[in-house]
């Protein structure tokens, strides 16, 4: 990537010293912040060479360029080595639909909340105020950012590495919860046929095994976790098709306007739409495996956000329109009732398994976000660097261990109670993505985007107001319980970074910083008071190991 912002120059390294290949010394360690008198060619950031042998500055665990009174810069032209196999477009595609989607199954509960009507307006008009939103930021930042941290490294370059761990603590946090959901759903799909999975040891044991086996897929590698999910996609999506074609004869479109606005129930109309809506920057994660990002993100963005709103729409038009609505009936599972008395019983048995295999797509997609989240932070400095280890695989092994154990702990809960607390840890951190987006385009409008929303600053606030007041909204109406779980969540965040912190003062955890990642500058002139982020061990990156 191109270099973004011009730094003016500053004077020669102090003796005492040690070399680095950085743009611009820190303030941490007492020294003077860099004067106007540097040599351009003593750093890599700007002029996109190769990284001089420089004096290395102790820099605070998971400190980068950003918040606190030091502004992104840019990014070095260095890149990763093309070692492992990088995901193609198709591929992608198809991940970023088993993030947010999966195809239709869970939102039968908009059905039942507010009708048939409400459930139609809600998945047409809510895509405009929030999925196209979010995913032309995460294209946008994606592109900019073009590694694994994601939204993490967004963060912690508009807003400082403080509130960047706690965007990653929150978003690891809601996507582990709802990685939780897929076992419960598949278990909801198949207890009518094996009705002894319905509840007790047999329920309970049949989560663990499913979880265990698609967690060993997360282990062999986003290759086969990729074409796992093209495969699944076309066989979730098939049999909605086909329900299509058959209840043609029986649909009645007037069933399609029914709506009673005196019974409705908004917080479990709202929470199924934001559910099924969003995570469309959860591939941003992914971003540092995926081939030529530049083009490929953008693009496969474009096309899931087309394949996951048909994917919501067609059904629910097929389901509303061919059957009487009893909206007591519209609940988990739904459709392969409708499927039962459009198509018959291979129909229903073809949706049934559609659904069972698309909880296993959205489980070992979402499992690779979160995994890979862990290894970038790491990568950064913000974990230790055993979430930085890869297997022979080339897999995030700790990352895949600590998602799974946190699915397992979590698989107990409802699918009410997981969509809720989910949303609410989801919405705190879509407001700080939101921040960082206006921030950098605010201080930073000339920096280089390989995509660029065709918005100026102002049109993207206003673009952003909506899903903002949407956001504001879904707080608003969460439960007292809701509210009282994941604030306690969020207070854990607070105190796990300082404690991390304190665990590496004392030389019980190791943290380091991935030199082959592209540096964050700091304007000179503009650097962190010591008081910002004191400094604790230094961390050892060699600058030169990137030759």
């Known amino acids: 990537m191109s270099q973004y912002l011009p730094s003016p120059p500053s004077p020669p390294p102090l003796p005492d010293q040690k ?9 941490a360690n ?57 995901l193609s477009i198709l591929p992608l595609v198809f991940l970023i639909f088993y993030e947010v989607s999966g195809g239709p199954f869970g939102v039968e509960d908009s059905v039942g909340a507010g009708g048939p009507l409400l459930a139609l307006l809600g998945f047409l008009l809510f895509p405009l105020i929030w999925s196209v939103p979010e995913a032309l930021i995460t294209a946008e930042l994606g592109t900019m950012f073009p590694e694994n941290g994601g939204y993490v490294v967004w963060v912690s370059s508009a807003l400082g590495p403080f509130c960047g761990f706690q965007q990653g603590w929150m978003k690891w946090l809601s996507g582990v919860i709802d990685n939780a959901l897929y076992p419960i759903l598949f278990l909801d799909y198949l207890k009518s046929a094996i009705p002894r999975l319905a ?16 967690t060993y897929m997360n282990y062999r590698g986003l290759t086969v976790v990729g074409g796992m999910a093209v495969f699944l996609g076309a066989f979730s999506v098939l049999p909605f098709l086909v329900m299509g074609v058959v209840a043609v004869p029986k649909l009645k479109p007037k069933r399609w306007v029914g709506v009673d606005f005196h019974n409705v129930d908004w917080n479990l109309y709202l929470n199924t739409l934001f559910w099924n809506l969003n995570y469309w920057d959860s591939i941003s994660t992914l971003a540092g495996e995926v ?137 705190f951190g879509m407001l700080m993505e939101f921040a960082a987006f206006v921030r950098l385009r605010m201080k930073h409008p000339t920096a280089a985007r390989p995509y660029k929303i065709p918005l100026g600053t102002v049109g993207c606030v206003l673009m952003l107001v909506p899903p903002t007041v949407l956001i ?12 009282l779980v994941s604030g306690g969540a969020v207070a854990l965040g607070l105190v796990l970074r300082p404690g991390l912190q304190w665990a590496e003062r004392r030389r019980w955890l190791k943290f380091s910083v991935n030199p082959e990642l592209a540096d964050f500058c700091t304007v000179a002139g503009e650097t962190t008071n010591a008081t910002d982020h004191p400094p604790i061990r230094d961390l050892e990156v060699n600058s030169a190991r990137n030759l």
Not at 20 to 27: F, L, T
């Open 19 to 27: 070399r680095r290949g950085d743009c611009a010394s820190s303030p």
């Open 30 to 86: 007492g020294h003077d912040p860099p004067s106007k008198s540097e040599d351009p060619s003593d750093s890599d950031c700007r002029s996109g060479g190769q990284p001089t042998e420089q004096l290395e500055q102790p820099r605070p665990m998971g400190e980068v360029g950003g918040g606190d009174g030091v502004p992104y810069q840019g990014l070095g032209d260095r890149r990763r080595p093309e070692k492992r196999h990088k």
């Open 199 to 214: 509840a007790g040891p047999p329920r309970g044991l049949a989560a663990l095994a499913l979880t265990v086996l698609l």
């Open 291 to 427: 081939s030529n990002p530049a083009k490929t993100l953008p693009r496969s963005l474009f096309y899931a956000v087309i394949l996951v709103v048909s994917a919501y729409l067609f059904p629910l038009f097929v389901g509303t329109g061919a059957l009487p609505v009893d909206r007591d009936e519209w609940a988990d599972g739904y459709f392969s009732d409708v499927a039962l008395a459009v198509g018959g019983l291979w129909l229903s048995w073809w949706v049934r398994a559609a659904a069972a295999v698309s909880n296993m797509g959205m489980f070992v997609a979402e499992m690779s976000s979160d995994s890979y989240q862990l290894l970038g932070m790491a990568e950064r400095g913000m974990l230790p660097e055993a979430f930085a280890r890869r297997s022979r695989h080339g897999t995030p092994l700790l990352g895949i261990l600590f998602s799974a154990s946190g699915v397992v702990l979590l698989s107990w809960l409802s699918f009410q109670e997981i969509v809720a607390a989910e949303n609410f840890l989801y919405c």
């Open 472 to 483: 504001l909204v879904v707080l608003a109406l969460s439960s007292l319980n809701v509210a």
